[in-house]
C-alpha cells in the first residue's frame, strides 16, 4: 500500500509565493523519478518539472527562473516552491512518483491533486 499525499494549495496574488508539498508513505524501497504536473481549466495535464533520485532537474519553459523543484530521499518527500505565480499558473497541481516496494518493480503513483489560484 503506497500513497501520495500533497499539501499547499491555495489562492495567491500575482508575483506571491507557495510552497506545494508531497509525502510518499506506505511500503517504500525506493523512489525513483519526482515529479509535478498541472491542468488548467479546458486544458491538458502537462509537465511542470521533475527531478530524479540523483538529483537532475527538468522545467517547463514556462516555469524556468520561477520554480524550484526538490526532494528529500530520506523522507520520502518533495517540494515544489513556487515563485513570482502568474495567473497562467492557476491549475490543480499533481505530485508524481515512480515507486517500488521491491526490487525492480516500480509503478506510477499520483497525488489527489491540490488546486492553486493566481488572481488579484
Known amino acids: 500500500q503506497v500513497q501520495l499525499v500533497e499539501s499547499g494549495g491555495g489562492l495567491v496574488q500575482p508575483g506571491g509565493s507557495l510552497r506545494l508539498s508531497c509525502a510518499a508513505s506506505?511500503?517504500?524501497?525506493?523512489?525513483?523519478?519526482m515529479g509535478w504536473y498541472r491542468q488548467a481549466p479546458g486544458k491538458e495535464r502537462e509537465l511542470v518539472a521533475h527531478?530524479?533520485?540523483?538529483?537532475?532537474?527538468n522545467y517547463a519553459d514556462s516555469v524556468k527562473g520561477r520554480f524550484t523543484v526538490s526532494r528529500d530521499n530520506a523522507k520520502n518527500t518533495g517540494s515544489l516552491q513556487m515563485n513570482m505565480l502568474k495567473s497562467e499558473d492557476t491549475a490543480v497541481y499533481y505530485c508524481?512518483?515512480?515507486?517500488?516496494?521491491?526490487?525492480?518493480?516500480?509503478?506510477?503513483?499520483w497525488g489527489q491533486g491540490t488546486r492553486v489560484t493566481v488572481s488579484s
Open positions: 508524481y512518483a515512480q515507486i517500488s516496494s521491491v526490487r525492480n518493480t516500480y509503478a506510477p503513483y
Open positions: 506506505g511500503n517504500i524501497f525506493s523512489i525513483g523519478v
Open positions: 527531478i530524479t533520485s540523483g538529483g537532475s532537474i
